[in-house]
């Protein structure tokens, strides 16, 4: 059984440029979420799905950052034009409605904006 | 907003030495959930508490959920080198306020020297 996956590992871009990360949860795990980790932090939430559906995303989540699970299977996070402030390490998680909301982490993309 | 409090922020111990970290909150969780994080990677659920008053074991490891279910503590007994890392507590919303997202604390810092 295969955990929640990340792609890419690393991602280093320049100001201004856009990116997109992928992540496939469990696979029997209807619900996913994005959330962000800076330095000496706590992850933040961003956003989560159920299955297809956007249900919840954060006011941190500003325009740039849009999120997409159109199958209601594996999810991507595109951030336009990108800031240094965006530097950080995103993170995925996976859980079954339900089941105290027990999230199960991949192991986050870093993002490095020069 | 939720906000989970987590103390200490740092912890630097022998091997062999017993700690407790603390995760408190004026809200009422619905659950908590304990993760560890090493340096570059996802958090990795430990626990998950649902009931006030809750104690959980795993080996070593000793979970308690406050009886108002605003507060939790995890206690390690005779830590080792390999307890090393950052430990974060989290919260699912109580009171109709978004059993989606979890509310992460600060983290703390553990360094378990041999």
């Known amino acids: 059984d295969t955990g929640v996956s990340q792609d890419p590992r690393h991602k280093i871009t320049k100001r201004g440029q856009n990116v997109t990360f992928r992540c496939d949860p469990i696979?029997?795990?209807?619900?996913l979420y994005w959330y962000r980790q800076t330095l000496g932090q706590g992850p933040e939430f961003l956003t989560y799905f159920q299955n297809e559906a956007q249900l919840e995303k954060s006011r941190l989540l500003s325009d740039r950052f849009s999120a997409e699970r159109p199958k209601g299977s594996f999810s991507t996070l595109e951030i336009q034009r990108t800031e240094q402030g965006d530097s950080a390490m995103y993170l995925c998680?996976?859980?079954?409605?339900?089941?105290?909301?027990?999230?199960?982490f991949g192991p986050g993309t870093r993002l490095t904006v020069l | 907003t939720q906000l989970l409090e987590q103390s200490p922020q740092f912890l630097s111990i022998q091997e062999g030495e017993n700690l407790t970290v603390y995760c408190n909150s004026s809200?009422?969780?619905?659950?908590l959930q304990w993760y560890r994080q090493e340096p570059g990677e996802g958090p990795v659920l430990l626990v998950t508490?649902?009931?006030?008053?809750e104690v959980k074991k795993l080996k070593r490891l000793t979970f308690q959920f406050g009886d108002a279910r605003k507060d939790s503590s995890l206690h390690i007994t005779a830590a080792q080198p390999g307890d090393t890392g950052l430990y974060l507590c989290a919260g699912a919303g109580a009171g109709g306020t978004s059993y989606g997202k979890l509310t992460f604390g600060q983290g703390t810092i553990l360094t378990v020297h041999p």
């Open positions: 809200s009422v969780f619905s659950s």
């Open positions: 998680a996976s859980s079954l409605e339900g089941a105290y909301n027990e999230q199960f």
């Open positions: 696979s029997e795990h209807n619900r």
């Open positions: 508490v649902v009931t006030g008053g």
